[in-house]
Structures are given as structure tokens and as C-alpha cells.
């Protein structure tokens, strides 16, 4: 949690220097899936990833004497499911969090109508109500309270990924998130994620 509170507090204090200039925003929405690894994984998590879809902005902000190089913060709700064909428990998986990425973003000139970029930062993860984990199963439940931890609570990755923008309007983009932090603190359960999108710049 310490980790995190310092990535948090580095973006907040970058995003106020005056060496930033306001550039645009980036709209986007796209495929996302979840895969899980680590020693407490049970064999229906490992081999069971999650599909879904994400949507949400980037904001751009240029360092003013880097050219090509930027911060691009950002704000996304996720949503992933899977399910299990065979008639066992348990049936479904489900995820549910909003997901906040911070990275370092390089832009070039690959043609006169496009651009490409390369980025790469830290993500916060903050998990909503959703399906619950407990040792080798998992249980829906809409009860806060709930002694058992919410399979999406707050985790940290490291993502890496390239865009391509054409004409200054549209951006396709792919990235690949590392889990770095637990994804329940007990047990040792990573979350890595892949996503492929487009976003709408003004």
C-alpha cells in the first residue's frame, strides 16, 4: 500500500509542475482480458482468464523541453467474466474495478498522416462489488461486509504497450499489464491484463 501511495502522490506532483502544458484528451474503450498466476491460484482460476471490455480518458500533457515525450494519466472502469462449461463450481467468474494508469508516453512520426508511440507506467487497480475469492472457490455476494476479501480489491501492476494515432483523430492501442502486487494480501494470487483498443482524440 506504501508503494502505491508514493506512485500516487509522484503523478499528482508531476501533473502540477509548470514544465507540463495542457495538450488533449483521449477518449477510448476496447477488449480486456485477466489472466491470473501464482502459487494459490486453484487450477480453475489459473486456467480460466477473464473477457470484458474497458471504457474511458487519457489526458496528455507534454514535457515542455522533451519533444515526443508526455505523461498520460488515466481513468477506466473494467468489467470481465468467464465461465465454467463444465457442471462444476463454481460457475462464474466476474470483476468489477475502476483503473487508474500513469504512464510515460514516446511519440514519433512514422508518415506524414501517422504516428507511433511506445508508453509505459505503473496502474492502480481499485476493485467494486463483484464475485469474492476464497481458497480454491469462489462466492457472489452484494454484502460489504462480507469476512471473505473481494477478489478485486486494490492491486497495483506495471503496464507496457504501443499506440498508432492517425491523422491526430484516432488511436489504436495495445498494452499488457504485469501484476506486481497481491491480488488478495494473503495469498499469493497476480493479476496480468491485455488489452486492445481505440480512442477518439480532441
Known sequence: ???????????????GTPAFAQQNWNVGVG???????GTDCSLFLTKHPVHGFYAGVRHEFYFSALAGLT??????FYY???????DL???YIKMHYLSIPMDIK???NITEAAMASFFTGPVVNVGLIGNLYEKNQFETSRDVTDPMHPLTRVNLQWCFGAAVTIAEAVQIRISYGLGISRLIPE??????????????LF
Open 1 to 15: 500500500m506504501n508503494k502505491i501511495k508514493i506512485i500516487l502522490l509522484a503523478a499528482v506532483l508531476l501533473g
Open 31 to 37: 477488449y480486456a482480458m485477466n489472466s491470473f498466476k
Open 71 to 76: 505523461f498520460e494519466p488515466g481513468f477506466f
Open 80 to 86: 470481465q467474466s468467464g465461465r465454467n462449461d463444465a
Open 89 to 91: 463450481k463454481p460457475k
Open 106 to 108: 514516446y511519440t514519433f
Open 187 to 200: 495469498q499469493e494470487i497476480h493479476n496480468n491484463t491485455l488489452t486492445i483498443g481505440a480512442g477518439l
